[in-house]
């Protein structure tokens, strides 16, 4: 180890090893951690942030390389957020510099300085503390206020501001006189200190438009979340229509008036602008700032700003959001928390739940988990008291009543192309009251598939494993696992009989079945393909709600958070599949998506009707579902985990590799297990085996499973293990860990 004379920083770099690098700076040149630079990196030049000082670095003195340029603008993280990435990186098993550099706008990760104001907290630097404020000069005033207050509490730009309108300016002259410091500057590295913000409690003026009187169990819910300081989890379990956005909006509320900010997590499909108007009517004057992959990278970096310099105070966003950096942060809440969008399924493979989780923990803040159909995960929490469960049991709106659920025995009806006839009576009876119904397609394994009727032929693709879906309006076939498309074969490549038919009953096929029954209806398709326009997806709601719609034809887009006041049927064609599936996450999935999907039936004053189509009426699934007995079947799915040793009674981690040799894949994952079990740790490992989707765009995949009792345990395992796999010889493989996976 050499000791070198300059001052050594640590650097994190988008480079997928697992450390740092070490680089020099000027004796003169201040750099804070947290801080961008430009580094030298082989012949590159890369965006980096500064982790920390190191008194010592392994480079010798005559190869270590100076900083090309540090970046003095507002972009410095906090080292809170740096702390949380420090964390994810260890947890998730991901390197820490690839780790912090994917949390950040993708504008922070090019090169070139952004403008904005400069944020975070200031305070008195060891001299200011040191500073006699009577012998200051009297006729600074601002400057001896800001001094004033800055010696009784850390305080932000805003909060400055409004003790001076010239506060910008004379910070900056104390900041050259060395009297105080911008917050994260001073922090020892790697400490957990707290948010800035948070030690500053202004009471904030803020208009709040309270549209409801609180249900008895909304202002329970709002009452215990609220009297709690600091950490605390709760699992708000509330039946559809339950009103827990209203308790949301207490809850934001109670935080906003405190001067704190707000993180409001919700599912991808979920971030429509309904819902960010809908945030901006109930708060008018207070500042939102959005942050989701959809947006422009200018927009995303200034959104990401607004919830640094605390300018937006409330931050709602889908997974990514969980890194925002917000210095006032106070509450956060995750909403539909079961919802499998919050984990990101490459590169960084995080859960924002759990990230969230952890972050309020940090933050020592609330966290509030909502959904009508909770993980068992969170479930399970919520039961062993680690989390605080909160049950609202009835739908907020007096007239609302939660829909009757019937199931149809397809194997005791006639059918026409997948639909009952009771399903086709029950609509027609709609459709004569002037009511809309739903007939909602469980996407998986329900896409139409190309079939010769003389030699069996099925459109197969050449890539996978997988079939090649019909798409009958732009007459092609298209692999929905790799993308490969093809024309639709004017006859069949196996025999060259003309006579191909589509089988399965995708969206397309069952609009068109209806509309053969029901020539006059007017039929909406609502799938991935019909909305993939923004726009158009935005006037198909317009539609349904002038009710210019009577029977909607959509899969999982429709289940989630729209309200259709006209809606009273809703018709679930084809959920067994998932009843026998191999995932064994299949049937809290499916119940979790009929709920949501039962839910938008019958929201307003009239009665709902869900009508499920299954071969296995009396599965204990669907009889749950019809009781709204969500209690039921959790424990009964739990004591099922339990005896077969599933999560959450064990933690698992999945070591997946991909290549184009399936024996240098299925080598690789052999030599990787036999180095798990040649490590004598008491977790279990699991066989290797092909994936879900073994074959993906010419690539071969496969996977192998690992599984502890605790999360330490299986941590322990990994820390260990990793070392091992980076060292196994895999040059034309790509492979990867998935901490807490949900895909099999
Ligand atoms: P959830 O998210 O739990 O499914 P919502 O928050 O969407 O339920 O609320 C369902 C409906 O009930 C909404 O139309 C909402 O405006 C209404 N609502 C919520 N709280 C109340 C209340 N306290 N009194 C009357 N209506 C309410
Ligand atoms: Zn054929
Ligand atoms: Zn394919």
Redesign the pocket.
């Known amino acids: 180890m050499i000791i070198s004379g300059m001052p050594i920083i640590r650097v994190a770099l988008d480079i997928p090893l697992p450390s740092l690098f070490d680089y020099t700076v000027a004796e003169d040149v201040a750099v804070a951690t947290g801080q961008r630079v430009i580094v030298p990196f082989g012949r590159r030049r890369l965006v980096g942030v500064v982790m920390g000082r190191a008194a010592t670095t392994e480079i010798s003195s005559e190869r270590i390389k100076p900083v090309t340029q540090v970046l003095y603008d507002s972009a410095l993280l906090s080292a809170e957020l740096l702390d949380l990435l420090r964390f994810c990186s260890d947890y998730y098993r991901y390197p820490i510099g690839q780790a912090v550099l994917s949390a950040m706008p993708a504008r922070l990760r090019s090169d070139k300085p952004v403008t904005g104001k400069p944020m975070l907290g200031y305070r008195l630097s060891a001299s200011g503390l040191a500073l006699d404020l009577d012998a200051f000069p009297k006729r600074k005033v601002a400057q001896r206020r800001i001094l004033a207050q800055l010696a009784e509490r850390p305080c932000n730009l805003a909060q400055l501001k409004a003790l001076s309108a010239t506060a910008g300016v004379q910070l900056k002259a104390l900041e050259q006189e060395g009297w105080v410091e911008r917050f994260p500057e001073s922090l020892p590295f790697g400490s957990n200190a707290p948010c800035p913000g948070r030690t500053v409690r202004v009471v904030q003026k803020h208009t709040f438009n309270n ?5 008895g169990e ?1 202002q329970l819910a709002v009452n215990s979340i609220t009297q709690t300081d600091g950490y605390a989890c709760f699992l708000l379990h ?9 308790v949301y909006v207490h809850l934001m509320h109670h935080a906003l008036r405190r001067g704190g900010q707000v993180l409001l997590l919700v599912p991808e499909i979920n971030l429509t602008p309904q819902l960010e108007n809908y945030f901006r009517s109930r708060f008018p004057d207070t500042a939102l700032a959005s942050l989701h992959s959809g947006l422009s990278e200018g927009k995303r970096l200034h959104n990401w700003q607004q919830a640094q310099t605390g300018a937006a105070q409330i931050v709602l966003g889908t997974r990514l959001a969980v890194f925002a950096e917000m210095p006032g942060l106070a509450l956060i809440i995750v909403d539909e928390e079961h919802d499998s969008s919050f984990k990101q399924q490459d590169g960084l493979r995080y859960s924002a739940r759990d990230v969230a989780i952890f972050r309020a923990s940090q933050c020592g803040v609330p966290i509030v988990l909502g959904s ?1 159909t909770p993980s068992l995960e969170s479930y399970h929490n919520a039961q062993s008291g680690r989390y605080r469960m909160i049950k ?1 049991t009835g ?3 007096a007239a ?1 009543r939660l829909p009757t659920v019937r199931c149809v025995n397809i194997n005791q009806t006639v059918m026409h192309h997948g639909i009952s006839e009771n399903l086709l009576r029950e609509i027609g009876q709609r459709i004569a009251r002037k009511e809309q119904s739903l007939v909602f397609i469980n996407r998986r394994g329900y896409a139409p598939v190309l079939m010769c009727m003389g030699c069996g032929w099925l459109s197969g693709c050449k890539h996978c494993a997988g079939k090649m879906v019909l798409h009958l309006n732009e007459q092609r076939l298209r692999c929905h696992h790799c993308g490969y498309q093809l024309r639709v074969p004017p006859a069949c490549p196996g025999c060259g009989n003309a006579d191909l038919l589509p089988v399965g009953s995708g969206t397309q096929r069952v609009e068109s079945a209806l509309q053969e029954r029901f020539p006059e209806a007017r039929i909406l398709r609502v799938d991935r393909d019909s909305t993939r326009n923004k726009r158009a997806w935005q006037a198909m709601r317009e539609q349904i709600h002038a009710n210019e719609v009577d029977i909607l034809v959509g899969t999982q887009m429709l289940a989630k958070g729209h ?1 259709f006041p006209a809606l009273t049927l809703v018709g679930v064609l084809n959920p067994d599949s998932a009843l026998y599936s191999s995932d064994f996450r299949a049937a809290e999935k499916l119940f979790a998506q009929l709920v949501q999907v039962a ?1 938008r039936a019958g ?1 307003a004053d009239k009665p709902g009707e869900v009508l499920i189509q299954t071969a296995f009426p009396d599965h204990p699934l669907f009889r749950a579902l019809q009781a709204h007995d969500f209690d039921g079947w959790a424990a009964s799915q739990l004591a099922e985990r339990k005896m077969a040793g599933f999560p959450p009674f064990v933690y698992q981690a999945m070591l997946r590799a991909e290549g184009k040799q399936e024996a240098e894949v299925y080598v690789f994952l052999d030599h990787a297990r036999a180095a798990a079990v040649a490590l004598r740790h008491p977790v279990e490992v699991l066989g290797v085996v092909p994936a879900a989707m073994p074959r993906r765009a010419n690539h071969i995949r496969a996977q192998l499973l690992v599984q502890g009792a605790t999360r330490k345990q299986l941590q322990q395992f990994l820390r260990v293990w990793q070392p091992l796999l980076d060292a196994l010889p895999a040059q034309k493989l790509r492979y990867s860990l998935d901490i807490d996976p949900l895909e099999f």
């Open positions: 549209a409801h009187i609180l249900t909304q509330g039946v559809t229509g339950s009103g827990k956005t209203e009508a609202l739908r907020a709106q609302a309200d839910g929201r």
